[in-house]
Nanobody, 125 residues
Framework: QVQLVESGGGSVQAGGSLRLSCAGS????????MGWFRQAPGKEREGVAR???????WYADSVKGRFTISQDNAKNTLYLQMNSLKPEDSAMYYC???????????????????WGQGTQVTVSS
């Protein structure tokens, strides 16, 4: 069983930056897809960014140009660099692991079955 632990959340003023990390441990293996999701109070969970093991990335329109997802396979760690933060980015952020490699489907529609506990991001205006 894999464990995912997020860190790096916090409170920041609008226009600021944060870098989230997600460390994987336990039964780690090469995931075909990993992603960052967020959920604000009263709203549905939404996908923020996804990355394939080969390095291909996908971003929600609301974060394109501001957020960057990356991974360090040697460290089993996923990152989310968040710049130019806005109050509407405030949410609990979760990392998730999708299917194991190989996976021929889209990371946008892949099932994400392993989740971290989340890290809170609060952006004040």
């Amino acid at each position: 069983q894999v464990q995912l632990v997020e860190s790096g959340g916090g409170s920041v003023q609008a226009g600021g930056s944060l870098r989230l990390s997600c460390a994987g441990s336990g039964d780690t293996y090469r995931w075909a897809c990993m992603g960052w999701f967020r959920q604000a109070p009263g709203k549905e969970r939404e996908g923020v960014a996804r990355i394939r093991s080969e390095g291909l990335t996908w971003y929600a329109d609301s974060v394109k140009g501001r957020f960057t997802i990356s991974q360090d396979n040697a460290k089993n760690t996923l990152y989310l660099q968040m710049n130019s933060l806005k109050p509407e980015d405030s949410a609990m952020y979760y990392c998730a692991a999708g299917p194991k490699s190989p996976w021929g489907g889209s990371c946008r529609t892949a099932p994400y079955n392993s989740w971290g506990q989340g890290t809170q991001v609060t952006v004040s205006s």
